[in-house]
């Protein structure tokens, strides 16, 4: 625990954090920072909740219903590492009075240059390719074997047309792609660089040859993209997903995989990480990644900051910039008394 400094709020961080972060943590907060970053279960934030004002969590943390139901109530608010918040039971914190924010804007970029990265890695062979190499069998290339599959002037669609998906709309077309959308709401041209609308999921995917999942993991797109979705692909299709793995069910991707419905798939994002279905070791048309999308030093800095720009908003007893519980006056007293 830090030296008690009164008047400061106490935070948990549940991981270890970029050190700038860290720093800044320390400067304003009583914090409790995991330098070991030794990885805590449900159980043990509970208990050691107990001593602190606020929560600083990521995605690695699960924290349900329950989870939020227990915590103690000197807990006020839980600010996560990450723009996706299906972790966090945001009804639960929300019927408690938790203030719950996350970290949008921040990733963009980084994400979309993964969505870029796992369309050029799973269509070229990028996995493949650096196996043969290492492996000493560079020998067995010839004219016609092995081959990729084209990027450039290619098909693609897009799940999700937030930021995310704007970013890697933008991106495809400097690789000349044409690119279509589905999103609940059709965006104003000016945030669509040129991507034509497609209302229903349905009409899109039977004219994409690249398909990039860049919506948020919810009740309505959990385990939206399964087999009778996969087949409405055409034959050979790319299926590249940075958001989140439970959009997808993995027993219909593996199977549109084997028959070659699906040439390849990238995947940074997978149901139940790090324990993903062990299938996907054995293929060699998937390009996999451990959940990089926000992984450089500037993005993780970012989301860090914004977290503590949160928190600090919130115990200064104002509405933070990212909350995404409904606010209640509750919340906001709380911290004054
Ligand atoms: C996010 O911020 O949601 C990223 O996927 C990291 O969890």
Request: include cysteine.
């Amino acid at each position: 625990m830090p030296k008690e400094s009164p008047g400061k709020p106490r935070i948990l961080a549940t991981r270890r954090m970029m050190p700038d972060v860290e720093h800044r943590m320390k400067s304003i907060f009583q914090a409790t920072l995991n330098e070991e970053d030794r990885p805590m279960d449900r159980s043990e934030i509970l208990e050691r909740a107990a001593r602190h004002d606020g929560l600083l969590v990521t995605s690695f943390d699960k924290l349900g219903p329950d989870f939020i139901q227990n915590l103690p109530a000197s807990i006020r608010i839980i600010a996560t590492h990450s723009v996706g918040y299906d972790h966090l039971s945001i009804p639960q914190a929300e019927a408690r009075g938790i203030a719950v924010t996350n970290t949008p804007g921040v990733l963009t970029e980084a994400t979309a240059d993964i969505a870029m990265l796992l369309m050029l890695g799973a269509a070229r062979g990028a996995s493949w390719g650096d196996r043969m190499v290492r492996e000493n069998r560079w020998g067995e290339t010839t004219l016609t074997s092995p081959m990729g599959h084209d990027v450039s002037g290619q098909r693609l669609g897009i799940l999700g047309m937030g930021r995310i998906g704007q970013a890697v709309a933008r991106r495809a077309r400097a690789f000349g792609m044409s690119v279509r959308y589905h999103a609940r709401q059709q965006l104003p041209t000016d945030q669509t660089h040129g991507a034509r609308y497609f209302k229903r999921l349905e009409d899109m995917l039977p004219d994409c040859d690249f398909l990039s999942i860049n919506c948020a993991s919810t009740p309505e797109t959990r385990g939206m993209l399964n087999a009778s979705m996969l087949s409405l692909l055409p034959t050979g299709a790319i299926l590249v997903n940075t958001a989140r793995g439970d959009i997808v069910e993995d027993e219909a991707v593996i199977q549109a995989l084997k028959t070659g419905q699906l040439a390849a798939a990238g995947l940074d994002v997978f149901r139940n990480e790090p324990n993903i279905d062990p299938r996907y070791r054995q293929m060699d048309n998937v390009f996999l990644l451990p959940h990089l999308g926000s992984a450089t030093p500037a993005t993780r800095s970012a989301m860090g900051h914004k977290c503590i720009d949160n928190l600090e908003q919130y115990f200064r007893g104002e509405r933070p910039t990212d909350l995404l519980t409904t606010p209640r006056e509750t919340c906001l007293d709380l911290h004054t008394a």
